[in-house]
């Protein structure tokens, strides 16, 4: 729904989704920012990150701001906000958040999808996936790995209880 919407749509989405940053971290996001595979973004309290953007994340990114490798390279790309109204204003955080609504009611979601809800989806996917808890703690900026753990809904499942894996082990 995002791509039939539009590029900057599909872009927010990709990377909320892909890289689990907040949605203060994506819209000052500045275009001096982002390289081939790489955003650098501010954190909460002020502090610069590099995230790594998987190659449909940055193609995306790119065609949306319409830069083209050489600028890259040379650094010749100007200093504007990578998201932005179709007049050059930053997009305010909640006009994103009633976008990606709408886009979700367009996909067919029966929840409400709100940009804490891609970074949540990002945080679970990366969980079921086998990213450790710590690398994906450094992931999302948090301080406190327990803020990590409550994104972790597979702890309880007792399938993945330690004591069935040492019983299996000693059986």
Not at 24 to 45: F, H, M, P, Q, Y
Request: charged share 20%; proline share 2%; hydrophobic share 40%.
């Amino acid at each position: 729904a995002a791509a039939e919407h539009s590029v900057r749509a599909h872009a927010l989405v990709d990377l909320l989704l892909c890289t689990g940053i907040r949605i203060s971290e994506a819209l000052t996001a500045t275009r001096n920012d982002l390289s081939a595979d790489r955003l650098v973004i501010t954190r909460k309290g002020g502090t610069r990150a590099v995230v790594y953007l998987p190659q449909h994340t940055s193609q995306v990114l790119h065609t949306m701001v319409g830069a083209t490798r050489t600028e890259l390279a040379t650094g010749a790309e100007a200093d504007q906000l990578l998201f932005t109204t179709s007049t050059g204003a930053p997009w305010a955080r909640t006009d994103a958040a009633r976008a990606l609504t709408r886009l979700g009611r367009c996909a067919g979601i029966r929840t409400r999808v709100t940009p804490h809800v891609l970074r949540h989806t990002h945080a679970t996917l990366a969980l079921r996936a086998g990213v450790a808890l710590h690398h994906l703690q450094d992931s999302l900026g948090h301080k406190d790995p327990r803020t990590t753990r409550r994104y972790d809904r597979a702890r309880t499942r007792l399938e993945n209880s330690s004591a069935r894996t040492v019983g299996d082990l000693l059986s």
